[in-house]
């Protein structure tokens, strides 16, 4: 299988910039996997393919400011947080990566908070200690760091909450579940008055997420590692939904990552956390998920080879190719897909 089997054309002009306003006013596709049936609705729409019986499972990770400008001996440099290591130490990557090597300190705030660069990862990232106490250096990213948008968006977000879901509870991704975006309190509210059970789950969003695969061979590649969690009061919900006949429907990737990693092979969802490395591509026998709803993603990009695993790669190009054509708009701030 080859990275190119996953590369489809877009203009640069169907990137969105901005988000939509309202958030369930952009557009959804919906996709019968069965059928190959391809419909054109907006997302407020939504409440008419969710069933009281199913399962709604959401990642509720929060986008940290996780983007921290600083100074190395007069020149400007750019640290972005990944992974908390320890409660001062984080893996990162660093701008430029050139001038910041083991043993470079770097300031940030005119000297309200100092980095050290202490080792380079496998990857070519930075794990850098932050010289402040532990209580105080989620303080310190509030106060000095900016929201870490993906860099093909060029409009400054006004809105820094604009780029959190609704229901964004704990804090550690350096991306936002984006699919997550297009809910508001209200759509929310009409599900769960249907009756269908909206289960919280836990993945905290690295880069790597959002990175095309570099290698043409994929079964070259090596996924990065993100954390998740699945509490014992998810497992048994999701697991119930399931036994009644619901479906379990995964709002973004990464909630589809979140359950596949926590699965038993046996269709049962169990308890448990950890980091995981799943790297879903066509040929995977899904376990837990029976719908999805996602955004467009990258062309040669993991998130397209799960969403390819999914609903068959050629069905998946077909569906992307008609987005091109119906002018949809890709990615974060883009529109969405229901695949059912």
């Known amino acids: 299988m080859k990275t190119s089997d996953f590369f489809y054309e877009l203009p640069e002009r169907l990137i969105a910039q901005t988000p939509v306003e309202p958030r369930d006013h952009s557009r959804l596709m919906v996709v019968n996997r069965a059928t190959g049936e391809i419909s054109h609705r907006h997302f407020y729409d939504i409440t008419g393919y969710i069933n009281p019986e199913d399962a709604l499972v959401i990642n509720e990770t929060r986008v940290m400011p996780a983007r921290l400008t600083g100074d190395r001996n007069g020149s400007p440099c750019e640290i972005l947080l990944l992974k908390e290591l320890t409660p001062t130490t984080w893996e990162t990557i660093v701008k430029p990566g050139k001038k910041l090597r083991p043993g470079a300190v770097v300031t940030f705030g005119g000297g309200a908070l100092t980095a050290r660069i202490v080792d380079v990862t496998d990857q070519g990232g930075r794990i ?11 303080a310190a990213f509030d106060a000095l760091g900016e929201m870490p948008l993906p860099p093909y968006i060029h409009e400054k977000l006004e809105d820094g909450d604009r780029y959190q879901t609704v229901y964004a509870r ?3 991704s350096a991306a936002a579940p984006t699919a997550g975006l297009h809910f508001t309190p209200e759509l929310l509210g009409k599900i769960g008055d249907k009756g269908t059970d909206i289960v919280p789950v836990l993945l905290h969003i690295g880069l790597g ?9 994929v079964e070259d590649h090596h996924m990065h590692s993100e954390y998740y969690q699945v509490t014992p009061d998810a497992a048994r919900r999701v697991n ?3 036994k009644r006949a619901g479906r379990a429907i995964c709002v973004g990737t990464t909630s589809v990552r979140t359950l596949e990693s926590s699965s038993t092979g046996e269709g049962e969802l169990i308890p448990g956390s950890g980091d995981t490395e799943i790297f879903i591509k066509p040929g995977y026998r899904f376990k837990m998920v029976d719908a999805l709803i996602t955004n467009f993603h990258l062309p040669g990009s993991t998130l397209l080879m799960l969403v390819s695993a ?3 790669r050629e069905l998946a190009l077909d569906a992307y190719e008609i987005a091109v054509k119906e002018e949809y708009r ?5 529109d969405a897909m229901l695949i059912i």
């Open 170 to 172: 704990r804090r550690g």
């Open 240 to 242: 119930a939904a399931r």
């Open 128 to 138: 850098v200690a932050f010289d402040v106490k532990s209580g105080e250096l989620e």
């Open 310 to 312: 999914f609903m068959g």
């Open 209 to 217: 997420t959002f990175r095309p695969v570099k290698v043409e061979n």
């Open 330 to 334: 890709f990615f974060s701030f883009g």
